[in-house]
């Protein structure tokens, strides 16, 4: 019996290159992993998302054609699962960073513009909505009931900031040169090559772009 | 990360099993399986390896690694290298725990190969624990960690990762103070 | 000593076993108090217009001023954690939340519930083309079968691809978790193992 369907789904990148499914998957249980140990939060990947979603309900729609007793039906339900968990699973890590540090990252996108986001629609709507409800509940519980020069609300001085000198775990993906490291008052800047596939322990800060631009993987 | 997170990842690798059943290849989003000939040994992933077996559809065929004498082996060159040395999975202890638990009628010798996993991870973990500590009396900030494992990394963490953080926040605080000579006082 | 009472309030609610004790009103009334009162007498200090020249009066000033200070931030931070929790409710429970978990809500913090709700809600239907519930799929998925031990004579039961199984008393079979699940709530199957 052949199983005619699931096998040539292609999906255009930004550049009109047709990718798989397949890479599209892959593309999304790195970001996953990524956002999951990275202290800031990392620009969206809302398209993979979509692509995937869509991916889903047409296997969905597919497998229910198929007749009960099928073998396959429970290996696709299977692999479905899974993608689902790995989606949902990426959405939260970045939800819970825009509850924590929901001003820092409003400021952040701000001063990045809106040619290079990091955040999603959805998200951005999110942490606008988050921001006010926080600001209209500090005002109602305790702003409003203090002596005037203490009722202003400051974002920015009253939520959480990031710490991207956190120690992150890395796979070089490629050879990355002259990453520094920078040294306190008892060492100095120290420069390290990472060489491809090699692993490492050391500060986010300097592999930042490395991440972001896809050379480095968190593990 | 939860020891769930990493057994769903370490899933992804692929095994050998002998379906009992014939089907063409079945096009997954993440990849082709099969095609599927009964007796005929395919490699799929270790997700779907168990559902089969668990529904008797295959027997689960063992990594030629996850042998006693293998693992013997591998355990020896552990002890006599300084560095970590490359094991032959990526997921070596996941992928053993799931298959073994998986397959108890199929191999025999299986309390000893299950042994022999445990002695090799427990060299790995005493030398990655001294080698942690060498590294934060060392006052260094970053450090090459080849061929370890996903979970083995994940038993460092987040107590190693916060130890690091702790200690650069207590640098930067003092980088402000004047310092103290404590020979003089 | 100054900022005693904010504190409490701090330690109290991460010392609490509750899911989320009852609103400390008096206490967070007494903080209040003691703001009014530490504000008052640097309004009136700085009004003083006798000489200050060993600078007593203007250290005073300072020192209530940053007492003033830790007293909000405590308040704030008091306010912020009860919302922590009140937040994670709603990821466990869901939009409805039981009767006793909310008792101790205050009203701002009922409000606080609702229009997080509302929040949630729009993100998770911006998701993709039909939305996305993020609360679900919240643990890596496991094998859809589970082996099951029946405890009464049930009967016939149709199985999800079709097979006819007979749940008799201690029978045992295996079951997609899906369809298991509900069997096992009504007491007619436990699970055996996974």
Known sequence: ?219 | ?185 | MFCEKSLKLIKELDRSQEAMPPFDDDGVRQVFEEMRGLYDQNVAAANDTTADPDGTAISGIAIRHAALERNKRCLLAYAYNRILRVRNMRWQFGPILPHDIKANFNEPEVQWFNNYNICVARYFKSIGAHGLDLTADVKPPKSLYVEVRSLTDYGKLELDNGEVVLLKKHSTHLMSRAQCEPLITQGVLEQISN
């Open chain 2, 1 to 185: 990360m939860d020891p769930s997170e990493v057994e769903f990842i370490a899933e992804k690798e692929r095994v050998s099993i002998v379906p009992n059943f014939n089907n063409a290849t079945v096009h997954l989003i993440s990849g082709d399986v099969g095609p599927f000939r009964a007796g005929l040994p395919v490699n799929v992933p270790v997700w779907m390896a168990l559902n089969l077996r668990q529904r008797q559809k295959c027997r689960i065929l063992a990594p030629d690694w996850l042998d006693v004498d293998k693992l013997e082996a591998l355990k020896e060159e552990e002890k006599a290298s300084k560095y970590f040395t490359k094991m032959p999975s990526e997921h070596y202890m996941v992928v053993a725990q799931l298959i073994l638990s998986a397959v108890e009628d199929d191999i025999p010798r299986i309390e000893e190969i299950r042994m022999a996993v445990k002695n090799l991870w427990d060299v790995r973990i005493s030398k990655l624990r001294s080698s942690v500590d060498t590294f934060i009396k060392s006052g260094g900030s970053h450090a090459r960690l080849d061929y370890l494992t996903t979970m083995e990394i994940n038993s460092v963490r987040p107590l190693l990762p916060h130890a690091l953080d702790f200690i650069d926040r207590l640098n930067k605080a003092s980088e402000g103070a004047p310092r103290r000579d404590l020979s003089q006082d």
């Open chain 1, 1 to 219: 019996m052949e199983d005619t369907f699931g096998d040539d789904d292609f999906f255009s990148d930004g550049d009109g290159e047709p990718i798989t499914a397949q890479k599209v998957l892959q593309t999304l249980e790195e970001a996953w992993l990524n956002e999951k140990f990275c202290p800031d939060l990392l620009p969206s990947q809302a398209d993979y998302v979509e692509c995937m979603m869509e991916q889903i309900q047409q296997m969905e729609e597919n497998v229910n054609k198929l007749k009960k007793n099928d073998f396959r039906v429970e290996v696709h339900h299977m692999e479905l699962a899974r993608i689902r968990y790995t989606i949902t699973s990426y959405l939260r890590s970045r939800l819970e960073k825009i509850e924590k540090n929901t001003a820092y990252i409003l400021e952040q996108e701000a001063l990045r513009g809106p040619e290079n986001s990091y955040l999603s629609e959805g998200e951005l709507i999110f942490a606008r909505d988050f921001l006010a409800l926080q600001e209209n509940h500090c005002k109602q519980l305790v702003l409003q009931h203090v002596p005037p020069p203490f009722q202003d609300f400051m974002p920015t001085q009253q939520s959480l900031v990031p710490n991207l000198r956190s120690h992150v775990f890395l796979r070089a993906k490629k050879d990355v040169d002259g990453v520094v490291i920078e040294g306190d008052r008892d060492s100095r800047d120290e420069e390290v090559d990472l060489e491809e596939n090699s692993q490492h322990i050391m500060q986010y800060k300097p592999i930042a772009n490395f991440v972001k631009d896809g050379t480095i993987q968190l593990i």
